[in-house]
């Protein structure tokens, strides 16, 4: 008994250590808008999901295909009586430049949850127990998709046995795996290739493999998974999560409560993007007030995932409850996108130098930065009002009215339906891509340039991280405000093609690597 405990101390030991780490770089286009659904599950309610957002100009960036998908669970093979041809289904998502991102666990079954799967036992099940690539020496236990076993994945000739079968499915036009929870019903120790260790500790082992295949096949991969959940506490490892998603929630208030504890706590851990599950996931239904405050929560995080088996064709689509929240949603997706190289560009940073997208969260005021330069509060209750302070330093300008308001100066206000708390640090340098005017900030000019917002204040510098493509390749790029001269200045290790909008003062372009303009 004194030799376990040992060992899960060990163990806890070793947990902290993962946590400690500097998150990775995340890809650039995945601080974008993610839909998905968990009602229907076939081919058809996928492409007609996605249909319904491009009908009502809202852009989408990524598809989840949730479970179940496959024949049976976790042996990659499409079911197509659920998904006929799903290779022309990926193929015509890619030519609209969605990607495509798929559902697993870390289980093998002898037999699904209510038969959800057309064969329901694995076809390597008895070879996964007798090469010992399961843990607990193969036993079978119940978890919530049914009964089966969990991949050792401390065992490096199991994992390369699931990495040819990952193969199966990891075709082009899939960009990641939605790497849902299984192993958080296996007893609190497990017997591994490496000996008894906590099941907390075994847990990011199934996370870093799945973090490893996928990098490896692209530099645009990503894995969704959870970085610290009211499901189980932490999941994955700082180091090797690129998107992290925290878990099942109701769509009510209390829901949002609860996801932005998880969010937040997974922030001050170190995680660098963490993303929100708009409208929550099971549970009860948001109504037009909650939905709305999801959302525009939702787009000052990493990414707006959209989808749940609580009303995936109704109340998780903007337009059920009217123009009105449509184009809010459609407002918010859009100021998100836009956002999405400066949010690349903190990442970036937090990888380098530890840290998170969201910064000095509060869990009091339910607040939180977005970055240095964002500000935002989230509205968790009816009726819009709203009472919190601002950072504790630099002077701060109101989104919505530009009305300039001093560090840590109380705010009391109500926010109308289609508005919420946003400000801007003046002094700031905000890099953003932008092809629309739907937020108000730039136009259809913008398109195809790299746009600079500037919230002028004296002298300001910013050195920058900017994406090279899709992908976590970056070039870094410094560019220089003086208020007095009106001057802009560029270095950057890359030539840049520039828009830069001075709040109050006007617009000015150029193009090149060194480059200094007078508004």
């Known amino acids: 008994m004194r030799k376990i405990l040992l060992l899960i101390l060990l163990c806890g030991l070793y947990r902290g ?12 286009w995945a601080f974008g808008h993610i839909v998905w659904e968990d009602s229907i599950n076939t081919r058809e309610s996928a492409e007609r999901l996605v249909l319904a957002y491009q009908q009502h100009d809202i852009p989408v960036d990524a598809i989840i295909i949730d479970s179940p998908w496959t024949t049976s669970y976790n042996d990659f093979i499409w079911d197509e009586t659920r998904y006929p041809q799903p290779l022309r289904m990926i193929d015509g998502f890619a030519n609209q430049g969605i990607r495509t991102i798929l559902w697993t666990t870390g289980n093998v079954n002898l037999k699904d949850r209510k038969g959800d799967t057309s064969i329901g036992t694995h076809a390597h099940l008895q070879e996964i127990i ?14 919530w998709k049914g009964d089966g076993v969990h991949l050792d994945f401390t065992n490096q000739e199991a994992v390369r046995w699931w990495f040819k079968q990952l193969d199966k499915a990891y ?57 610290f959940s009211h499901q189980g506490g932490f999941a994955a490892s700082v180091a090797k999560l690129n998107m992290g998603w925290c878990g099942d929630y109701s769509g009510n208030w209390k829901g949002i409560q609860n996801q932005l504890t998880d969010i937040y706590r997974s922030a001050q851990a170190g995680y660098g993007a963490i993303a929100m599950e708009v409208g929550g996931f099971y549970q009860g239904r948001s109504d037009k007030e909650q939905f709305t405050r999801y959302f525009q929560a939702g787009c000052m995080t990493a990414c707006i995932i959209n989808g749940g088996e609580n009303g995936a064709f109704t109340n998780h689509l903007p337009w059920w409850f009217g123009d009105s929240v449509s184009d809010g949603y459609r407002f918010c997706v859009t100021l998100h996108r836009q956002l999405a190289p400066y949010k690349f560009s903190t990442v970036v940073d937090a990888h380098l130098h530890g840290g998170s997208l969201l910064r000095e969260p509060s869990s009091v005021e339910w607040s939180h930065r977005v970055g240095n330069d964002i500000f935002t509060k989230v509205i968790t209750q009816p009726g819009g009002e709203a009472t919190f302070h601002l950072p504790t330093s630099g002077q701060w300008v ?17 926010y109308p339906l289609h508005r919420f708390p946003l400000f801007i640090r003046k002094g700031s340098i905000i890099p953003l891509s932008i092809d629309n005017d739907i937020t108000g900030i730039g136009d259809e000019t913008c398109a195809g340039k790299r746009v600079f917002l500037i919230t002028p204040d004296g002298r300001t510098s910013q050195t920058l991280y900017l994406p090279e493509g899709a992908g976590t390749a ?35 372009a150029g193009k090149g690597s060194e480059l200094i303009l007078t508004l």
């Open 17 to 28: 250590n993962c946590l400690a780490q500097n998150p990775p770089i995340t890809p650039a």
């Open 130 to 143: 007798g090469k010992g690539f399961a843990v607990n020496d193969g036993q079978i236990y119940h978890w």
């Open 171 to 227: 075709t082009k036009g899939v960009y990641g795996w939605k790497v849902d929870q299984g192993e958080f019903w296996l007893d609190s120790i497990v017997k591994t290739s490496k000996g008894i260790m906590s099941q907390v500790d075994f847990r990011p082992y199934y996370y870093n493999a799945m973090y490893d295949y996928t990098r490896m096949k692209s530099d645009e991969g990503i894995i969704m998974a959870r970085p």
């Open 398 to 414: 109101d989104f919505w009215n530009q009305t300039v308001h001093q560090a840590g100066e109380a705010i009391h206000q109500t």
């Open 474 to 508: 970056y070039f870094k790029c410094t560019v220089a405000y003086d208020e007095e001269k009106r001057t802009v200045s560029i270095q950057s290790e890359k030539e840049v093609d520039a828009c830069v909008i001075v709040q109050h003062v006007g617009c000015v």
